[in-house]
Every structure is written in structure tokens, then in C-alpha cells.
């Protein structure tokens, strides 16, 4: 029993650091799976980059430097939080033309910038957000029932 239970002890600890898909952990079937691909659809080629992956030192400044290797940039933008002021480690660049901004994808993804690797695409028009519930029991806009029996 105890010689079953030295070579078991291994075998389950390779679950934790293998890359293969268990389906033990694969909880999206394939139709939930294909709906949220459907929600968030490959972004058409724009001028408009989504960078990801900065570092909370980036600066616009350097976001832009680094930006204009590949071609002529209009804007570049760190998005900060809007309390601390700090980076939220993603950012957007547009440039001039389409071209560029190909450039700029092929030549900024995957590569390093203030030590951190980025990656750049295409940026995705937002949603637009759903209008606020019109709600007329409380001028407080709490959807609680009341206290007590009814």
C-alpha cells in the first residue's frame, strides 16, 4: 500500500504543472464556449492599437516614443486610475495611417518595454452600455423588498 501511494503522490501533482486541457477543468462547454467567442469578435484593422501588458512606470511619453518607430502617431495614451492616478497597465496609440498601425502591431507585440513584455491589436469599439434601471420604489434606487411581512 505505501509503494501505491509514492507513485500516485507524483502523478496527481502532474495536473497542477501540465499545459494540456483536463476536462476535469474544462467548465465552458462548447456551446457556452462559442457564445462568449461571439461577444467579443476579432477586432477589425483600425488605427486605433489596444497595448497591454505596461508596466505601472510607462509614462505617455514613453509609450509614444516607443510608439513612433513604426510610423507617424496622432496619439498615445496611458490610461490612469481615475483616484490614484496611477497606470492600469494598458494603453491606447492611433496613428496616421492603416499601414502604421500594421507596423506598429507587428512590431511592438511581443516585444519589451520598461522590462515588461506588451502586446499590441487592433482596439475594439466599446459596447454601448445598457441605460440605467428606471426604478420608482425608492428615491435611494435600492430594489429591496421591504421589512416585514406582507
Not at 499545459?19 to 467567442?37: D, H, I, K, V
Not at 495611417?97 to 515588461?116: C, H, N, R, S
Request: net charge positive; charged share 20%; glycine share 6%.
Amino acid at each position: 500500500m505505501a509503494s501505491l501511494r509514492s507513485v500516485a503522490a507524483p502523478r496527481s501533482l502532474r495536473r497542477f504543472f501540465s499545459t494540456t486541457n483536463f476536462p476535469a477543468f474544462n467548465t465552458l462547454p462548447n456551446a457556452a464556449a462559442s457564445e462568449a467567442a461571439q461577444q467579443h469578435p476579432k477586432a477589425e484593422p483600425s488605427t486605433n492599437l489596444h497595448i497591454t501588458g505596461l508596466s505601472k512606470r510607462t509614462t505617455t511619453e514613453k509609450l509614444r516614443e516607443k510608439a513612433s518607430e513604426f510610423g507617424e502617431v496622432i496619439n498615445a495614451r496611458v490610461v490612469t486610475d481615475r483616484v490614484t492616478g496611477y497606470s492600469r497597465c494598458f494603453g491606447f496609440v492611433k496613428y496616421a495611417t492603416l499601414e502604421d498601425a500594421a507596423k506598429g502591431i507587428t512590431g511592438m507585440d511581443g516585444q519589451f518595454l520598461d522590462g515588461w513584455v506588451i502586446f499590441a491589436e487592433y482596439a475594439r469599439p466599446r459596447l454601448p452600455r445598457p441605460p440605467p434601471p428606471q426604478n420608482t420604489s425608492s428615491p435611494y434606487g435600492n430594489t429591496f423588498p421591504p421589512y416585514g411581512r406582507q
